[in-house]
């Protein structure tokens, strides 16, 4: 098996006098997806922004593709190859779809082709390709957001939360073009609280507690056993 | 030809393309539709703060920065001249190298202060350009021996931009054709040609990545955008523009001072233009600074004639004494932002 594309290595972080992070250690395979889930406020969001570079971790090391970039500025972390796509989707409501997907292609012009199979996921991206994303509806904001990540090819797609909040047939939306993100061979960390998103989606699981990966294995093992989810989430997850 | 002008940025708005249009046929023509001194020096008044509200805006609107040193950066401009001019002699090469000079300092200075305090929160950016801001200007007070201090200095200007050059003997289209006409066209087509500069600018892929680090910066950093770079960078060429139109305005005036080019009033009157005009929209800079300048010269002119059309009436013309315009203008801007919080272009472009 290759080398992991991401690795933490006991990654403490501290969000102003709050210590959220307490020593996450975890590896994302190359061409997989890994979900990371966990109760609300357990340090998903903050492992996710420690990666990008929003948050510095305090102590620990963050490899990506082989190199430490525990210390790189954001911007830096992302033109090395990360996309990130934030809980609150940060797409820029004055500018229009395009300019939005434009902007996102930061090292190159967008590809045709690649555009095409967005507008192929996200048909209504196209329909609204000169229209400001603040007037795009909740679900299309979050299709741009993602679309947004997929504008350029990256060596790993940091997603947070992609279906939260959105209706059902939305949702589905979504987890195809993931599904289809995936089968592309792109390496995925994924923060999901859908459980049927991510069982369909996830080929490896970590599961985070109280600022630490409590539990890694396969998503099979894990979607298998309801006595598992029970003991590593307090809740069955089957229940979403 | 007209869309490859604006870089593409139309009016978006029949009534605000009808008021651009006006307001730039009366420009263009202003020495032959109001002839007249104080008309043209209002025409270019107008002129040159449409150039240097457009600056700010790039600041303000399009990057999100808020800054209280833009009259220092005008006034760079306007001292280089008059610094060039008063030392290189009366000439166009000394007029381009004082322009020159200001113009590079004003971007250096930008780019000192920006590499320094870009980093730290928006508040503290707006304090630290405040401070040097004042520093400049009581710097320029007391260095009395090179910037003349509160009395400014007065020079001398190619013979060809003043009043006394009259190349003709008769007159043209009914006016005398002095040369302080041929200085306006200068005003006018290089304030033209900055403001068609800026709106390419900020309609750039450049101005777009602003205009995404105002919204949301850490968004635009996780796309890989250096944010500090593009906030420098888009300081220094404000910081730029706004010292060439205070060289502009020093070659139209003859004359700088503290008063014309640094003082703090006119950083107030520059924040209003842009925002009674519409933050991050470029065309509000030419309606703001249009109405805003017509105001101060003729608001009270105004009000007398209505304070003594209605002198037959109790309490009015006491009201509307000439003497209370500023109290009117005031009462005008207040208005104004309460009915059109994001300025006049904002909502004509909401009407549509």
């Known amino acids: 098996m290759s080398d992991p594309i991401l690795t933490l290595k006991n990654v403490h972080t501290d969000i102003a006098q709050y210590h959220i992070l307490h020593g996450v250690d975890l590896e994302v395979p190359r061409g997989q997806v890994t979900m990371l889930l966990g109760r609300n406020g357990v340090g998903k969001t903050t492992t996710l922004r420690t990666v990008i570079g929003h948050w510095q971790a305090r102590a620990g090391s963050v490899f990506f593709d082989g190199q430490d970039i525990t210390a790189l500025p954001t911007p830096a972390r992302a033109r090395a190859g990360i996309g990130f796509v934030p809980e609150d989707m940060g797409i820029f409501t004055d500018l229009t779809v395009e300019e939005n997907m434009v902007l996102a292609a930061s090292s190159a012009p967008l590809d045709p082709a690649r555009l095409d199979w967005i507008f192929a996921a996200f048909p209504p991206l196209k329909t609204f390709w000169d229209s400001e994303a603040g007037n795009l509806s909740g679900g299309q904001k979050q299709m741009l957001s993602i679309a947004r990540a997929m504008a350029e090819e990256r060596k790993l797609y940091l997603i947070d939360e992609p279906t939260k909040g959105l209706a059902p047939a939305i949702v589905s939306t979504m987890a195809r073009a993931l599904k289809d993100l995936k089968n592309q061979g792109a390496s995925i960390l994924l923060v999901e609280q859908n459980f049927s998103v991510a069982k369909a989606l996830g080929d490896s699981v970590a599961v985070m507690d109280d600022g630490k990966v409590i539990w890694t294995g396969a998503m099979a093992e894990l979607a298998g056993s309801a006595e598992l989810q029970d003991t590593l989430m307090g809740l069955s997850m089957e229940a979403h | ?352």
């Open chain 2, 1 to 352: 030809m007209v869309t490859w002008l604006l870089s593409g940025d139309k009016p978006r708005s029949a009534i605000l393309a009808a008021l651009l249009i006006v307001i730039l046929v009366c420009l263009a023509g202003a020495p032959f539709l109001f002839p007249g001194v104080r008309s043209l020096e209002t025409a270019a008044t107008i002129c040159i703060f449409i150039v240097l509200a457009a600056s700010y805006d790039l600041l303000l609107g399009y990057s999100g920065i808020v800054s209280f040193a833009h009259t220092m950066f005008f006034g760079l401009g306007a001292y280089g001249v008059a610094l060039g001019t008063t030392h290189l002699g009366r000439s166009f090469g000394a007029l381009a190298t004082g322009t020159l000079a200001g113009a590079l300092a004003a971007a250096a200075l930008a780019f000192l202060i920006g590499l320094f305090s870009l980093r730290v929160r928006a508040i503290f950016f707006a304090m630290i350009t405040l401070a040097v801001a004042s520093a400049v200007a009581v710097l320029v007070s007391q260095l009395s021996n090179i910037t003349g201090g509160e009395d400014g200095l007065s020079y001398r200007i190619p013979r060809v931009l003043t009043p006394a050059f009259r190349p003709f003997d008769e007159e043209v289209l009914g006016i005398r054709f002095t040369g302080k006409i041929i200085n306006y066209y200068l005003v006018f087509f290089s304030c033209f040609a900055l403001f068609l500069v800026m709106l390419r600018v900020v309609n750039s892929p450049f101005g777009r990545v602003l205009q995404a680090i105002r919204e949301n910066d850490f968004r635009a950093e996780a796309i890989g955008y250096r944010v500090v770079r593009y906030r420098t960078t888009a300081t220094c060429l404000s910081a730029a523009v706004a010292a060439l139109a205070g060289a502009i305005y020093a070659i139209w005036l003859r004359y700088v001072g503290p008063d014309t080019t640094l003082s703090f009033e006119i950083m107030l009157d520059i924040l209003l233009m842009v925002v009674i005009g519409g933050m991050g929209t470029m065309y509000g800079a030419v309606i703001g600074a249009t109405i805003f300048v017509l105001a101060q010269n003729y608001l009270q002119n105004l009000m007398g004639a209505a304070s003594e059309a209605t002198h037959s009436l109790p309490l009015i013309p006491e009201l509307l004494s000439a003497d209370r315009w500023l109290m009117w203008l005031g009462v005008l801007f207040i208005l104004s932002v309460y009915f059109f919080p994001t300025g006049v272009v904002g909502r004509l472009r909401a009407g549509r």
